[in-house]
């Protein structure tokens, strides 16, 4: 009965080495040089200490939805190609409406100035 169980000890025993190991190599292997620049964090070209109220501007927000939205889009993609031969006419005629979509929105994305970056 427990012999049904070795393949997942032996799975998660690789599991752990795998993870753990690089990660303990790195600590005892890599040089340790911290300085100001290193240890501040970095927030979207801000500098990290100013006021936690000011205003920035709103194309970071656009920039991150446009990523988002056909970053999510192209993950559709994969899965679509896969089942391609299976799906046939109807399900290549639904994907090309849906980047048809797509295009269309990133054109009024373009036309609208929000790749634009000064």
Known sequence: MLENYLPILIFLVLGIIFGVVPVALGKLVAPNRPDSDKLAPYECGFEAFEDSR????????????????????????????????????????????????????????????????E
């Open 54 to 117: 000011m205003k920035f501007d709103v194309r970071f927000y656009l920039v991150a939805i446009l990523f988002i939205i056909f970053d999510l889009e192209i993950a559709f993609l994969f899965p679509w190609a896969v089942v391609l031969e299976e799906i046939g006419l109807f399900g290549y005629m639904a994907m090309v409406v849906f980047l048809g979509i797509l295009v269309v929105g990133f054109i009024y994305e373009w036309k609208k100035g929000a790749l634009e970056w």
